[in-house]
């Protein structure tokens, strides 16, 4: 049995939605009525009045990919919905509306569904994954994550690992940092206003903000405080408002960096202190505008001589045109006194996450890598990042595989991408990463944790865990190890999502879920 449904009526906000039974993998018609769908063929079309909308015809299994054609619909003179089943018996069914219904996408309910085809369970993982061949459709296939409650659940650490909620409520909590006395800031916030360009866009808009927090922005810095070393975090506090979606964090010798949507500012802090002593100073202005990726990544030198910021690009794949990519898709070197700037590594699509390693001084991030090229490419990675590299975005992807969409190429380009490090998985949506410590654990000791905030276009999900990538001699090796997981069922019940992964010195990770708007604690059990 296969069930579809479709949504409608871009005109009016929640005049068209999507069926509930989505939920659970499949749909029904608008109405809420649910039909087997038998034969070999399907499809969908929308009507407005009397003109017929293009229809998608598909054989199951290859939806997104190929055999798809216009078939003929009948014209009715109100809007409504027309489902026929082509093949065995050509049986189907129509569900007409009372209102008129502009259909966004004619196909959209079907590539939302899902279908069969839709990528195994061997992620292309580790420092010499195998790209697979790309698969190309009118929309990437889409699932839903139903968010929920935690209640008396938490998620899931290793045996001899305790995990505590140690903060609860926030307004949307993306990175963490620890301060030398053990408090700990939190970034609250949500950034981006980039207009839809296309149809799949709205679609993809009203599928991503299914899985997210329902708040208002933080747009705030809060403290939280641990007194007396119980692990239980009695204060919690507003340390900065008024800001911009914060996002990256840092800090050096008393001074406070905080990387906005839109600026690059620095708060003077004295230890201690639970609220900003005023307003920030001005460091340097960041690229905000469309905003397609407004994250901001931070990282400081270790002698706190430049910060090293992570700018994402404003398109997938350049649909804006070159033009909007100016200073994006790339990490900055900011000079900490000055403001002045300078490209530190080009190529990177969107680059949400930066570290520094303990031992080797070297800068490390994670990076979102490109879509709509099938579910299983592109591989988000973990890398490190070197001054003058160019890591392949748009022209090309782990190296030199070219990518066609774009137009012109760049051979010269293509030819001097480098290899990321190491691959996380495809569409993981990795965002955070922080290196460990000894005071982890013997079996956590040397690597990088890294928050995976799990996937949305994708009929089999993947991510929503934070996962732990081992290192030797400063480089990664070996398999991913999950670390923290139960974020979200096999049902398709999501109870958090993590984000921002930093480690204590004292021997904490520090995780933030901004679907629950929770801080989480992981520490060893004692």
């Not at 990076?367 to 070197?386: A, F, H, I, M, Q």
């Amino acid at each position: 049995m296969e069930q579809f449904c479709i949504l409608a009526d871009r005109r009016r906000p929640g005049a068209g939605r999507l069926c509930p039974a989505l939920r659970a993998g499949r749909a029904t018609p608008v109405e809420g009525q649910q039909r087997p769908c038998t034969g070999a063929f399907f499809a969908i079309a929308g009507h407005l009045g009397d003109r017929p909308y293009r229809c998608l015809r598909a054989r199951k299994g290859c939806l997104g990919r190929h055999a798809v054609r216009p078939v003929f619909v009948d014209r009715r003179h109100r809007a409504g919905l027309h489902h026929r089943m082509a093949g065995a018996g050509d049986t189907g069914w129509r569900c007409a509306m009372n209102r008129p219904m502009l259909m966004t996408v004619s196909c959209a309910a079907l590539l939302l569904a899902g279908c069969g085809d839709d990528g195994g369970s061997a992620q292309a993982l580790g420092a010499d994954p195998k790209m697979p061949e790309p698969q190309r459709g009118l929309l990437p296939s889409m699932k839903i994550a139903e968010p929920a409650a935690w209640g008396d659940r938490k998620p899931v650490v290793p045996k001899g690992y305790t995990i505590t909620a140690i903060a609860t409520d926030l307004k949307i909590p993306r990175q963490t940092l620890v301060l030398p006395n053990g408090d700990i800031l939190v970034a609250e916030g949500r950034g981006g206003s980039a207009p839809k360009l296309k149809p799949k866009d709205v679609i993809a808009g009203y599928i991503k903000a299914k899985g997210t927090s329902k708040v208002e922005s933080g747009d705030r810095l809060t403290l939280l405080r641990d007194a007396d070393g119980d692990g239980r975090y009695e204060l919690k506090t507003v340390f900065a408002d008024k800001l911009n979606a914060p996002y990256g964090l840092a800090f050096h010798e008393g001074k406070l960096y905080v990387a906005n949507q839109d600026e690059l500012v620095r708060f003077d802090y004295t230890e201690g202190q639970t609220k900003a002593g005023g307003a920030p100073a001005s460091i340097a202005r960041l690229p905000d505008e469309i905003n397609h990726h407004w994250t901001k990544a931070l990282a400081i030198s270790p002698d706190g001589r430049f910060l090293y910021v992570g700018i994402g690009s404003n398109s997938n794949i350049t649909e804006r045109g070159m033009e909007a990519e100016r200073d994006r898709a790339m990490v900055w070197r900011v000079d900490a006194e000055t403001g002045a700037y300078k490209p530190y590594a080009t190529g990177l699509r969107n680059p949400t996450a930066l570290a520094i390693h303990p031992e080797t001084q070297q800068l490390w991030a994670v990076v979102n890598e490109r879509d709509e090229l099938g579910p299983d490419l592109v591989p988000d990675y973990l890398t490190s990042v070197r001054e003058g590299a160019f890591y392949g975005w748009p022209y090309s992807y782990w190296g030199q595989n070219v990518d066609p969409r774009v137009k012109p190429q760049d051979p010269d380009k293509v030819a001097a991408a480098v290899k990321p490090d190491y691959a996380l998985g495809s569409h993981v949506a990795a965002l955070g990463v922080g290196f460990s410590v000894p005071a982890m654990g013997e079996s956590f000791a040397n690597g990088a944790f890294v928050g995976e905030h799990g996937s949305w276009n994708r009929a089999q999900p993947v991510g929503y865990k934070v996962i732990f990538v081992p290192f030797d001699k400063g480089r990664p090796a070996g398999q991913p190890v999950d670390f923290v997981t139960g974020f979200r069922d096999d049902d398709g019940t999501t109870r958090g999502r993590p984000v921002g992964v930093t480690v204590d010195p004292r021997g904490a990770l520090i995780v933030a879920d901004d679907l629950s708007n929770t801080v989480w604690r992981v520490t060893r059990s004692r």
